[in-house]
């Protein structure tokens, strides 16, 4: 918790390259079961320093992390059926797959190297299409409409209309089936893409329905889009919520209830002085089961929206505003949901389990110390084995913490030209960085700007 704290710190300061030195000094910690999340943080705060090739080298090690550990070794399930979920190797929610390759496809997007983004594209695709088969309940996480909206982009930037329709139409059914799990409604920027390029295709079926569904949303023809530039501001706003433990002590006798109510009640703080307490406590009881189960911490983004500005050289500005295009902190509230009745079942299971195994340690320690010995040995021995069990219960915290609360886009169309680029949360002061930052665009162009707001 101290490394994500400094990370965050550094990236308030708006020094992202500290913060990926931090990631990168604190390998060892990570530890071989978090290679995968060493990779996802490695890769997001690399990417937000700018050093975009080294980003994606990271982003791709996650990933074939991700895909070897689709098998387990049955050692390692024991070992964490008796210790917690820790032991397991983190291979990261379904979303935080899918990120992976977005965030790959906007390195080289910001690189400008089109091709190699919709390569990821693509992936992405593939990933979202066997998500749809393998997640049959309809409230589950099975689409991304963030991903495929940025499919759609990449294709437009890339000229091949056909496919960007396709992206753009898959993404505005994406938003609407999963709104009620992702809390996002289609950007109206969507809305105007697939009007567009009905257009631009010739399909009067299609258009016309969209202009029935969608009459207060205005569009320009593809033709005309064509002759400019684009900016497209990615802004990653806020912190993607941390977890904490929830300890749920299980008294199995009055005095034993009695001890919990006075310690501090069924929910305890998850300090380790207050652990360390209870486990000599409930070891001297010996009749308490502790359970840890995870509980999500939001940490919300107070920004929602900025606007950006692009001013040419004979001083004319064109200003638009971003719209919420993802929710991650949703995703990762019911990526939890749907995960933890087997979590407490687990738990459960664990802990009745490292207290039968402490009951047989103590019955095996008194026949082997003697009558006379026996009750100070099993005294000993309970407190050893049983405080062990309370101390040793912790819930599985990790997660892709880097990530931010939510994905804001903005985009913008202009001619070709110079222009400086300001970029003003709402709320704040001050334009960021990026605001003294110039463009060249050419017709035809697509410019790609990546921002991070911790607020």
């Known amino acids: 918790m101290n490394r994500y704290a400094l990370i965050e710190q550094n990236l308030l300061a708006g020094n992202p390259a500290q913060a990926a030195a931090i990631v990168e000094q604190a390998e060892k910690e990570y530890g071989g079961k978090s290679r995968v999340l060493y990779g996802m943080d490695r890769g997001l705060t690399l990417q ?130 999963m709104r009620g799990l992702s809390r996002i409604a289609p950007p109206r920027s969507l809305l105007a893409d697939v009007l567009c390029m009905a257009e631009a295709l010739g399909l009067a079926t299609e258009l016309d329905a969209y202009r029935r569904r969608f009459p207060d949303v205005a569009w320009e023809l593809a033709s005309a889009r064509q002759q400019l530039a684009q900016v497209v501001m990615i802004s990653y706003n806020g912190r993607a919520p941390r977890k904490e433990d929830r300890f749920i002590d299980l008294p199995i006798s009055l005095d034993a209830l009695q001890l919990v109510l006075l310690n501090r009640g069924l929910s305890q703080s998850s300090r380790y002085r207050d652990r360390t307490m209870d486990s000599v406590l409930y070891g001297l009881s010996g009749r308490v089961v502790r359970v840890a189960l995870p509980r999500l911490v939001s940490q919300k983004t107070q920004v929602p929206f900025e606007t950006m500005t692009l001013t040419d050289a004979q001083g004319s500005s064109l200003t638009v505003r971003s719209e919420p295009a993802h929710n991650l902190t949703a995703l990762a509230e019911k990526s939890l949901d749907d995960r933890m009745p087997a979590i407490t079942a687990k738990a459960l299971a664990r802990a009745a389990s490292k207290f039968a195994l402490a009951e047989g340690a103590i019955i095996g320690a008194q026949q082997a110390a003697g009558r006379d010995a026996a009750p100070w040995v099993g005294l000993l021995v309970g407190i050893l084995a049983k405080g062990l069990a309370v101390a040793s219960e912790e819930a599985d915290k990790r997660s892709w913490q880097t990530l931010p609360d939510e994905i804001h886009v903005a985009r913008a169309w202009v001619p070709a030209g110079r222009y400086q680029l300001a970029i003003q949360p709402s709320g704040q002061r001050a334009s960021i960085e990026r605001g003294e930052q110039m463009l060249d665009l050419a017709s035809g162009q697509t410019a790609f700007i990546l921002q991070r707001v911790m607020q």
């Open 48 to 177: 937000l320093a700018g050093d975009y090739r080294q980003s994606t080298m990271a982003l791709e090690q996650a990933e074939e992390a991700v895909e070897r550990l689709y098998t387990r070794t049955i050692r390692s399930e024991t070992a964490a059926f008796l210790t917690s979920d820790n032991a397991l190797p983190y291979e990261g929610d379904a979303y935080e797959h899918v990120m992976l390759n977005v965030l790959k496809a906007l390195n080289y997007a910001v690189e400008g190297d089109v091709q190699e983004a919709l390569v990821e594209a693509r992936r992405i695709d593939h990933r979202l299409n066997l998500l749809s088969d393998r997640v049959k309940e309809s409230g589950g996480y099975r689409n991304d409409g963030f991903a495929r909206y940025l499919s759609g982009v990449l294709y437009e930037a890339a000229g091949d209309l056909n496919n960007a329709f396709i992206a753009y139409r898959n993404a505005l059914e994406a938003y609407e089936a």
